[in-house]
């Protein structure tokens, strides 16, 4: 049973820091691109951060250049998302996507609420 369960998300006042987790199971995590997406009402879903398979090839958004970092541990199956410098332009439900190139197969989280508020 494939999952992808997001945590780390709340409530923060501008300026401040959260880091998002994802862990997968139920597939082969290092066969997958890994990329957290976020959306919030009345908005398009954007691609906040994609990172590789060995976890290169690292890219952002140009909204959360230089504040954001997305990482993998492999060993642990898991993808992260480190948010500073927060914004409430950032609140936004933030799930993680999962992408295999050769068979196309696709997994989504349950997605995490991030609110950037004072």
């Known amino acids: 049973q494939v999952q992808l369960v997001e945590s780390g998300g709340g409530l923060v006042q501008p300026g401040g820091s959260l880091r998002l987790s994802c862990a997968a199971s139920?597939?082969?995590?290092?066969?997958?691109?890994m990329s957290w997406y976020r959306q919030s009402p009345g908005k398009e879903r954007e691609l906040v951060a994609a990172?590789?398979?060995?976890?290169?090839?690292?890219n952002y958004a140009d909204s959360v250049k230089g504040r954001f970092t997305i990482s993998r541990d492999n060993a642990k199956n898991t993808v992260y998302l480190q948010m500073d410098s927060l914004k409430p332009e950032d609140t936004a439900v933030y799930r993680c996507?999962?992408?295999?190139?050769?068979?196309?197969?696709?997994?989504w989280g349950q997605g995490t609420q991030v609110t950037v508020s004072s």
């Open positions: 139920g597939f082969t995590f290092s066969s997958y691109a």
């Open positions: 996507n999962a992408k295999n190139i050769w068979n196309m197969n696709v997994y």
């Open positions: 990172i590789g398979r060995s976890g290169g090839g690292t």
